[in-house]
C-alpha cells in the first residue's frame, strides 16, 4: 500500500491551468505532483529516474501535443518498459477510449468535467494497485 507521502503524481497535459489545478487539488488531498507539459518530457524523466517509478501514478490528459495523445503514451512506456499506473483524463470518455486504454494498461479513465473525489480515488486505487 502506498501513503500519500510516499507517493508522486506526475500530472501530464499542455493546458497550463489544467496542470495548476489539478495540482493545487493533488496536493490538497496530500499527494505531491510535478507537472509536464508533454509526453515526450515525462517519458524522458521516467527513464532516467527508475527509482521515481516505484512510488508514482501519471495523470495524463488524453490530448497531448505532438501528434501524440494518452493513449500513444501508454505504448510508449510499454515500448521501453517502464510500468506505472496511469489515470487518462479525457473530454469524452467514450466506450471504446475505455477499452482501448484498459487494454494499454490504464488503471482508469476520467471524464472531464472532472470531480475532486473522483480523481483522488482513482489516483489512490491506481497506487494501490500497483503496489
Do not use: N, Y
Request: aromatic share 2%; proline share 3%.
Amino acid at each position: 500500500m502506498h501513503s500519500a507521502e510516499a507517493s508522486l503524481v506526475l500530472v501530464v497535459s499542455d493546458d497550463a491551468a489544467l496542470r495548476r489545478s489539478l495540482a493545487l487539488l493533488l496536493r490538497a488531498s496530500g499527494l505531491a505532483t510535478q507537472d509536464f507539459a508533454s509526453s515526450t518530457a515525462v517519458l524522458k524523466s521516467l527513464v532516467a529516474t527508475p527509482a521515481a517509478r516505484r512510488r508514482c501514478c501519471l495523470l495524463v490528459d488524453h490530448h497531448l501535443p505532438g501528434g501524440t495523445d494518452g493513449l500513444r503514451l501508454l505504448q510508449d512506456l510499454a515500448a521501453v518498459a517502464v510500468t506505472v499506473p496511469v489515470v487518462l483524463l479525457a473530454d469524452w470518455a467514450s466506450l471504446e477510449l475505455r477499452r482501448r486504454a484498459g487494454a494499454a494498461g490504464a488503471a482508469a479513465v476520467l471524464q472531464k468535467p472532472l470531480l475532486q473525489d473522483s480523481i483522488v480515488q482513482a489516483i489512490s486505487d491506481a497506487l494501490a494497485g500497483a503496489g
